[in-house]
């Protein structure tokens, strides 16, 4: 499965927008990118996910280049509860594979 | 409708003994995947079922780590002679059989080896 690498940490203020940019130079022709958020004593959950371009949905935006070597999760005007650590998972090439999650990165949001 | 359900939510235990920790999948979810996350850490991956048979069991740390499943449905993870360093909370995801199908996480189970 593709590695991927994102910053450990990042700081914002709310009402900001926040970008988190994940590189997985090696995705395969049929991988997808998908992003999970994760608060403190709960699981994972899905937030958004795409193949290339641009997706949106009601809680983010994700941008994939042409050569999806990388991916951008956008969350427009942060708030507190945006305070959480997020994922980026790529894969899989193959239905049954299993899925090998990075560090993530924690965004911590500030009044 | 309901999500991947775990229990029991927290686990103390003396170090030792055995534990077994349970994960209901959201019906119809065809493979299942427990995952490890110490304190501050990220996702460890430990095993993945499809159906009830586990092609990778890669992650498993030791052999006194063990799972199985029945048919499509609950998972048990048994941890047996459990060490301090075992605690951790124990992550349960399940999803459909599409590829690009996102995983369903339940809350985990907090186990407390003392």
């Known amino acids: 499965l593709a590695k991927t690498t994102q910053p450990i940490s990042m700081d914002s203020y709310e009402g900001q927008e926040v970008n988190i940019t994940c590189s997985h130079n090696n995705i395969a022709t049929n991988d997808y990118i998908t992003w999970y958020q994760q608060f403190p004593s709960q699981g994972p959950r899905f937030i958004i996910q795409g193949y290339k371009t641009k997706v949106t949905n009601e809680v983010a935006s994700l941008f994939i280049p042409a050569d999806r070597k990388s991916s951008t999760l956008s969350l427009p005007r942060v708030s507190l509860s945006d305070t959480a650590v997020y994922y980026c998972?790529?894969?899989?090439?193959?239905?049954?594979?299993?899925?090998?999650f990075g560090p993530g990165t924690r965004l911590s949001v500030l009044p | 409708g309901a999500g991947v359900s775990q229990s029991p939510s927290n686990k103390v235990t003396e170090k030792g003994k055995d534990v077994e920790l349970r994960c209901d999948p959201i019906s119809g979810h065809t493979a299942l995947y427990w995952y490890r996350q110490r304190l501050g850490q990220g996702l460890e991956f430990l095993i993945y079922f499809q159906g009830n048979s586990a092609p990778d069991k890669s992650g498993l740390p030791s052999d006194r780590f063990s799972a199985e499943r029945t048919g499509e449905s609950v998972s048990t993870l048994t941890i047996q002679r459990t060490q301090q360093e075992d605690s951790a909370v124990y992550l349960c995801?399940?999803?459909?059989?599409?590829?690009?199908?996102?995983?369903?996480f339940g809350n985990g189970t907090r186990l407390t080896v003392t």
């Open positions: 995801a399940s999803r459909r059989g599409e590829v690009n199908s996102p995983l369903h």
């Open positions: 998972l790529v894969g899989p090439a193959n239905y049954g594979q299993n899925f090998v």
